[in-house]
T-cell receptor
């Protein structure tokens, strides 16, 4: 199985432009996440979704929005990009319906540069 | 807030054993994860501890002491391919939005 796919692999974006990062999983996981990873700061949660139709804010949500119309897809939108949003973005998913904390599995990432 | 600390960098010799430490102070505790991340790639799951003690998986083992807020990842018989960053992550509570990461330890294995 493919697991989690992300598109694009990398992108250079002019400041002020909008962009949607795509994430699709085929594991039927109920929960999905968007993280950004910056040197020296580690992975930080942007937004998450417990299940289709619901979303929530993570640690660094400002400037980003998400939607979860179905189980498989969890796009991340930057409405008006700024240089501080230059980062590597990882999508992840987990099956959190179990009786214990469930493992998150990560997609390959999108490297975004905002100029 | 949640605070998770691990060393920034470590170097070890091929064939040796290395221990990567992680200390945490979180609002609760529902489990601790270790991930491996090679440069330019996604984090991949290594281990999960929820009870005190040692969990062994082949060359990799992970230890947890909840009373001390402490974990370590032990890598035995180091191989060059083990050169990577190792991420410690703590889940303070159940459910989604529940994983907080340390900044990672970059391990370099030398011949």
């Amino acid at each position: 199985t493919a697991g989690i796919t992300q598109a694009p692999t990398s992108q250079i974006l002019a400041a002020g432009r909008s962009m949607t990062l795509r994430c699709t999983q085929d594991m039927r996981h109920n929960a999905m996440y968007w993280y950004r990873q910056d040197l020296g700061l580690g992975l930080r949660l942007i937004h998450y979704s417990n299940t289709a139709g619901t979303t929530g804010k993570g640690e660094v949500p400002d400037g980003y929005s998400v939607s979860r119309a179905n189980t498989d897809d969890f796009p991340l939108t930057l409405a008006s990009a700024v240089p501080s949003q230059t980062s590597v973005y990882f999508c992840a998913s987990s099956d959190s319906r179990g009786s214990y904390t469930d493992t998150q599995y990560f997609g390959p990432g999108t490297r975004l540069t905002v100029l | 807030g949640q605070n998770i600390d691990q060393p920034t960098e470590m170097t070890a010799t091929e064939g040796a054993i290395v221990q990567i430490n992680c200390t945490y102070q979180t609002s609760g505790f529902n489990g601790l994860f270790w991930y491996q991340q090679h440069a330019g790639e996604a984090p991949t799951f290594l281990s999960y501890n929820v009870l005190d003690g040692l969990e062994e998986k082949g060359r990799f083992s992970s230890f947890l002491s909840r009373s001390k807020g402490y974990s370590y990842l032990l890598l035995k018989e180091l191989q060059m391919k083990d050169s990577a960053s190792y991420l410690c992550a703590v889940s303070p509570w159940r459910g989604a939005n529940n994983l907080f990461f340390g900044t990672g330890t970059r391990l370099t294995v030398i011949p």
